[in-house]
Nanobody, 119 residues
């Protein structure tokens, strides 16, 4: 069973920065995609950004230009650099990975890390 463990969340003032990390229990080069999602209590989980094995990235409009997703295949770690943080970025952030096993897609989620941005 693949495990994803996030860290790096915390409390920061508006305009500040944080970097989240997600360490995988297996080689992240095995995954067909990795991503970050976030969720506010009472709302649906929201997609934030994706990175593909070739390095292609995509971002939600709300974070484009402020957040950067990256990966270190040697450390089996996914990162999310967040800058110019806003109070509306406050959420639990989840790491996500997808792999194919016997032609089936299998999804993995981390336990989440809280990011709180004060105004």
């Amino acid at each position: 069973q693949v495990q994803l463990v996030e860290s790096g969340g915390g409390l920061v003032q508006a305009g500040g920065s944080l970097t989240l990390s997600c360490v995988a229990s297996e080689r992240i080069s095995n995954f067909v995609s990795m991503a970050w999602f976030r969720q506010v209590p009472g709302k649906q989980r929201e997609w934030v950004t994706t990175i593909l094995p070739g390095g292609r990235t995509d971002y939600a409009a709300s974070v484009k230009g402020r957040f950067t997703i990256s990966r270190d295949d040697f450390k089996n770690t996914l990162y999310l650099q967040m800058t110019s943080l806003k109070p509306e970025d406050t959420a639990v952030y989840y790491c996500y990975a997808q792999e194919t096993v016997a032609s089936r897609f299998i999804d993995y989620w981390g336990q989440g890390t809280q990011v709180s941005v004060s105004s």
